[in-house]
T-cell receptor
């Protein structure tokens, strides 16, 4: 039981490049989330998916797209990366349907640097 | 003003000390509250929920003061392994807000 896995662990992009961050969970959880964490800012929710086939915007969705490919996988795409998107990205999942902090399990994070 | 504010620290305390963190929130309609722990370069992990009546889990005690809009975390008998950043999280109708965290270092 690996929990929540994320790939890649590290990535360096040039401004304007695109990439997809992958996230998978093997806990049969309904909800999945993408956050970014910046120094002095705390985690901020980018998008979440309350169930397979649904996605909703969080606090900071601009510049990102998501896909809930199936119940296990939730990907985050940057179509045209900008230096402001340099951050640590965390994926999380929860058994609850919808936003519920109490049961969220986080992946190990992806460190992204945009030059 | 940030919606959830924490003293960033760092708090440097000796082993065995008692340390307390406070967190203030701006939205009086907030409904649920949590403390998460995050080790350096690792993911956050739920430490405990915060209930209106206060709750305790071993050496950790969490309290909520709705009138003053703050939550607190008390750690008794600090261990070296308690060194981490403690994140305060406030949820209002599915709008979750994280504090930037308070860093704790417990020294031998």
């Amino acid at each position: 039981n690996a929990g929540v896995t994320q790939t890649p662990k590290f990535q360096v992009l040039k401004t304007g490049q695109s990439m997809t961050l992958q996230c998978a969970q093997d806990m049969n959880h309904n909800s999945m989330y993408w956050y970014r964490q910046d120094p002095g800012m705390g985690l901020r929710l980018i998008y979440y998916s309350a169930s397979e086939g649904t996605t909703d915007k969080g606090e900071v969705p601009n510049g990102y797209n998501v896909s809930r490919l199936n119940k296990r996988e939730f990907s985050l795409r940057l179509e045209s990366a900008a230096p402001s998107q340099t951050s640590v990205y965390f994926c999380a999942s929860s058994e609850a349907k919808g936003l519920s902090l109490e049961t969220q399990y986080f992946g190990p994070g992806t460190r992204l640097l945009v030059l | 003003r940030k919606e959830v504010e924490q003293d960033p620290g760092p708090f440097n305390v000796p082993e065995g000390a008692t340390v307390a963190f406070n967190c203030t929130y701006s939205n009086s309609a907030s409904q649920s509250f949590f403390w998460y722990r995050q080790d350096c370069r690792k993911e956050p992990k739920l430490l405990m929920s915060v209930y209106s009546s206060g709750n305790e889990d071993g050496r950790f005690t969490a309290q909520l003061n709705r009138a003053s809009q703050y939550i607190s975390l008390l750690i008794r008998d600090s261990k070296l392994s308690d060194s981490a950043t403690y994140l305060c999280v406030v949820n209002n109708n599915n709008d979750m807000r994280f504090g930037a965290g308070t860093r704790l270092t417990v020294k031998p």
